[in-house]
């Protein structure tokens, strides 16, 4: 039917409307009318193509009016629906909407499997007054129809008549090629063998025509409500709900939503796809699912999700490379300065130039300059969040030893990662983070450099951003040490033991070495001899000795680490508060919580995107693990060398424990002897044992603090209000809650156990406001008298390395021994010869194995190896009273399912553990065997060098 105005439109309706005998056709109101008006077909051609074989046949819809007369035409009646859609293809069109039809042709229905049973074209006026309504309703008619159809040509407003006008065609009609590509295609045609089944066009004639119009253009109609007119051509050539035509059908709004929802949430495109998916088949009954997942507008392929997380990863992070990425991290590092400047965090940027002298990539004109590195400014990313910023003001051992590792395989451009942290109860804290583009010496030293720029004044708990921590310890990178050392001369570089060792067997297993099989397990152990000698003379000794072996190649190497020997001896350390940590663990576990947790083993697309996980997911991942342990939930794993669950029980009382006149040292007794005791400083995390002296977590700190209740670093504050809020404060800042919310659930019987230990209870605020508030660097008198402190504490410490006096200590032991044997030898007239007897076996059996060995160091081998056991099924070793058995006896048992909760035997491996063989008893019948697996290598230092095994 060709476009006709509102005007024509409207003169036609009145002429039928006259020959209906004046029935009153409209309604005079708003509401949607219940009459349709279907004239005769005319002699003009429409514009809707027909096939030949389908001709059309006119009907007519038969209504009343208000008056009750019956309107007829010379064709056939249509039942209508409430909305004034023919019932037969209601089901097509929203529902939400009134129609008045004025044309309705129906066609015959195609021949073909899953041909569609209505074909008809249809002239409507629907209550869609504006064009974005007008759009909403061609998008409900697509989803209804499951059909889509694409702009033709409009799709824009006009004037002041017609608003809207929009042509459209189905998305399986054939675009109009012009000779070349018709050339191009029947080439094509010509050579392939097989058709693609994956073809798309057929040519389709449907099409479908909207148009809205003005109150200006409807101010003559009497139905001003309806302003869109709706012209449908709907005779596909094809099936429209086959599995074959859904696949081709557009992908979904809500889809789209829900995959952006899913890469928020840290999705690549593969999991948001296998997740979606499976989301998708639970929302499904049975007879739907399959419709449901053919549907591609429901069911996005692979290559939909692989754009969508494109286009996503393009809008949000930037392209991979390139001028426009280093825009957009600008302008990320800029909006976090301005956010989080005023709580400490600060950012700073360096851009990479090729072949420029200029410094455009300064962020900051008062920061130091870096150098040119070759022929390009390397790229530089230094990165301080708020929470590494509190953990330099709050923590003690930032000040201490600080960690450094790097990592290069968190993005495409294997952009060199550096983390900065230190050991806590809590785990490793982050202290700062730096990336740069290269790992050379002038490239790290320029990083550091301008990451101690972006450090606050207090850093490293008071002593200075430019001084550093007392120690740094980190693996064997020549780079790496290099600038650390150039950045902070001051502090002194330790090297981790672990890769010092694995270095060395390393070599040892290379053909430069020089070193046979069977002599690699010799040099590693004087190596190892060397490594964990106690003082110095003792390491010249071990020196000598290697000067005196037959392995030169070995003595060069040896020679070439001797230089710098005060890096990796542990004698040398003694003096350094290590807390016990000689090895990079802490390093390597922040590393692996990165790659594992904070980016789940997945590749940053660029720096953007790399800033953006370590600036603010790392931030909150730290922020979830302090709040777990200020809230007592421990929802992370903690060691337990800082918990009591670490100590064994009866290792040691709390009544061995004493004050003293400073409320944070205590003395404890020592439990092998009781003539010794120990100096433990809470305030420090110190104590004068042989475990504790540099500052490592032992037994006498945690249960002096457990029975104060009193926080110490060493010890996770399970039971010290003050030290949960601390947690707190260091993941939040000031605006952690106040010290009643970390109030213990038994708290009112622990202010009772210390006001029985004469201890004042006072809980306030003041401490850890205090901390935030004040953000001035401590003065040169304060930093002296800490150190005065530390040396006093050292003058304290009661060591037990002198020989003389462990054997002072052990003769007066001795003394008590004799003693009570004296007693009960004394006792034996009123109790019995019990204990006479057992005096006697053991006097006879002393002098039955000194009698059998003449020589003297036999005798005095016998009788270390009798005085270890001594006590052993007595009750007093972790067997408790178990008796005891050879190793075979257990071997030959049979494992099965015991009553109750009664563990299984431990022992040596059975020949049933072995082979996995399944007895035939009634009790085990039902018991499956576990399938052998394939041994995995071992990660073990130790056992690679006893098995001479290269390190996996």
């Known amino acids: 039917m060709p476009d006709r105005s509102p005007r024509q439109i409207q003169s036609h309706a009145r002429k039928e409307e006259t020959e209906a005998k004046g029935s009153n056709m409209v309604n005079e109101s708003n509401k949607p009318v219940s009459v349709l008006l279907v004239r005769k077909p005319s002699n003009q051609t429409s514009?809707?193509?027909?096939?030949?074989r389908s001709q059309p046949t006119s009907t007519i819809i038969t209504n009343k009016t208000e008056t009750g007369t019956e309107l007829h035409t010379d064709h056939k009646v249509s039942v209508t629906t409430a909305n004034g859609l023919p019932k037969d293809i209601a089901y097509l069109f929203p529902a939400n909407y009134s129609y008045l039809v004025v044309q309705h042709n129906t066609k015959a229905q195609e021949v073909f499997l899953g041909a569609e049973p209505h074909n008809f074209t249809l002239t409507a006026w629907t209550n869609a007054t504006t064009p974005q309504e007008a759009i909403k309703w061609i998008e409900e008619f697509e989803k209804l129809s499951k059909t889509t159809y694409r702009v033709t040509r409009g799709n824009k407003p006009l004037g002041q008549k017609v608003l809207f006008k929009t042509m459209r065609h189905c998305h399986h009609q054939q675009k109009k090629l012009t000779k070349q590509q018709e050339a191009r295609q029947s080439q094509i045609a010509a050579s392939s063998t097989l058709k693609s089944t994956r073809k798309k066009k057929t040519s389709c004639p449907s099409t479908l025509k909207v148009r809205v119009y003005s109150t200006l253009a409807l101010a003559i109609a009497s139905h001003p409500s309806k302003a869109c007119l709706i012209d449908i051509g709907y005779n596909h050539n094809h099936p429209v709900t086959s599995a074959h035509a859904l696949s081709f059908r557009p992908v979904a709004k809500f889809a789209k939503e829900e995959y952006t929802d899913l890469f928020e949430s840290g999705y690549s495109a593969a999991r948001a796809r296998h997740e979606y998916v499976n989301r998708l088949q639970m929302k499904f009954d049975k007879s739907d699912i399959e419709v449901g997942l053919a549907d591609r507008s429901l069911n996005p392929n692979c290559q939909d999700v692989q754009r969508l997380f494109q286009k996503w990863r393009q809008r949000c992070v930037g392209p991979e490379n390139g001028k426009l990425m280093f825009d957009r991290l600008s302008l990320e590092v800029k909006k976090f300065n301005d956010t989080y400047s005023s709580e400490g965090g600060r950012a700073f940027l360096q851009l990479y130039q090729s072949d420029a002298?200029?410094?455009?990539?300064?962020?900051?004109?008062?920061l130091p300059k870096v150098k040119k590195v070759a022929d390009h400014v390397p790229f530089l990313l230094a990165v301080v969040t708020p929470l590494m910023a509190?953990?330099?003001?709050?923590?003690?051992?930032?000040?201490?030893?600080c960690f450094?590792?790097?990592?290069?395989?968190?993005?495409?451009?294997?952009?060199?990662?550096?983390?900065?942290s230190c050991s806590t109860a809590a785990g490793a804290i982050p202290l700062g983070c730096v990336m740069a583009s290269g790992e050379d010496i002038e490239t790290l030293t320029a990083a550091f450099t301008v990451f101690v720029g972006i450090l606050p004044e207090y850093a490293f708990f008071g002593r200075g951003r430019t001084v550093g921590p007392l120690t740094i310890l980190t693996d064997d990178c020549a780079s790496e040490r290099k600038a650390l050392g150039t950045v902070w001369p001051q502090a002194q570089l330790h090297l981790c033991v672990f890769h010092f060792l694995q270095g060395m067997w390393r070599w040892l297993w290379s053909n430069k070495s020089g070193v046979t099989a069977n002599d690699r397990v010799t040099c590693m152990l004087l190596t190892n001899r060397l490594l964990y000698s106690s003082s110095e003379q003792a390491l010249n000794e071990v020196k000598n000795e290697i000067e005196n072996s037959s392995f030169p190649v070995f003595k060069k190497r040896i020679d070439s680490y001797w230089q710098r020997k005060e890096e990796w001896a542990l004698c040398f350390r003694t003096e350094y508060p290590t807390r016990g940590n000689y090895?990079?663990?802490?390093?390597e576990a922040s590393i692996r919580i990165i790659k594992d947790i904070l980016f789940q083993r997945q590749k940053a697309w660029n720096v953007v995107q790399l800033f953006q996980l370590v600036s603010k997911t790392m931030e909150l991942y730290y922020q979830r693990r302090l709040l777990s342990l200020a809230s007592n939930r421990l929802d992370h794993f903690v060691s337990l060398k800082y918990t009591l669950a670490g100590v064994k029980p009866g290792a040691i009382s709390p009544d061995?424990?004493?004050?003293?006149?400073?409320?944070?040292v205590y003395i404890v007794r020592s439990q092998t002897n009781k003539h010794t005791q120990w100096v433990v400083d809470l305030q420090l995390g110190e104590c004068s044992c042989p475990v504790g002296y540099n500052g490592a977590p032992c037994k006498h700190q945690l249960v002096a603090a457990t029975k104060y209740m009193k926080f110490t670093i060493n010890k996770i504050p399970t039971d010290s209000p003050k030290g949960r809020q601390l947690l707190a404060g260091l993941a939040l800042g000031k605006d952690c809650k106040h010290i009643s919310f970390y109030s213990s659930l038994h708290q009112k019987s622990d202010e009772e156990h210390l006001r029985s230990l004469s201890i004042d209870v006072q809980w306030t605020d003041e401490d850890i406001q205090n901390l935030f508030e004040s953000s001035a660097m401590p003065d040169d008198d304060l930093l002296q008298q800490r150190q005065e402190e530390r040396k006093k504490q050292s003058e304290m410490t009661a060591t037990v390395k002198d020989k003389s006096q462990r054997i002072e200590a052990v003769k007066l032991s001795l003394k008590e021994v004799m003693a009570d044997i004296e007693t009960g030898l004394a006792n034996t007239m009123r109790t019995g010869?019990?204990?006479?007897?057992?005096?006697?076996?053991?006097?006879?059996?002393?002098?039955?194995?000194?009698?059998?060995?003449?020589?003297?160091?036999?005798m005095q081998q016998c009788l270390v190896s009798a005085l270890h056991t001594f006590g052993r099924h007595a009750g007093l070793s972790k067997h408790r009273q178990r008796i005891r058995v050879q190793p075979t006896a257990l071997s030959r048992r049979q494992h099965m399912t015991k009553s109750g909760s009664a563990p299984a035997k431990a022992g040596r491996p059975s020949v049933f553990r072995r082979k996995r063989k399944v007895?035939?008893?009634?009790?085990?019948?039902?018991?499956m065997p576990k399938r052998l697996q394939r041994i995995k290598r071992g990660h073990s230092l130790d056992n690679s060098v006893q098995q001479n095994s290269k390190n996996a």
């Open 919 to 927: 007895t035939t008893l009634s009790v085990t019948r039902y018991i």
């Open 390 to 401: 509190r953990a330099h003001k709050l923590l003690q051992q930032s000040g201490e030893m």
């Open 583 to 587: 090895t990079n663990n802490y390093s």
């Open 833 to 858: 010869d019990g204990f006479l007897t057992a005096v006697e076996k053991f006097c006879e059996n002393y002098w039955k194995f000194r009698g059998k060995r003449t020589h003297p160091p036999s």
């Open 656 to 664: 061995d424990v004493t004050p003293t006149d400073d409320p944070d």
């Open 357 to 366: 002298d200029s410094r455009k990539g300064m962020t900051s004109k008062h």
């Open 47 to 52: 514009h809707i193509q027909v096939s030949e």
């Open 404 to 420: 450094c590792d790097s990592t290069a395989s968190l993005d495409n451009l294997n952009t060199a990662v550096f983390v900065l």
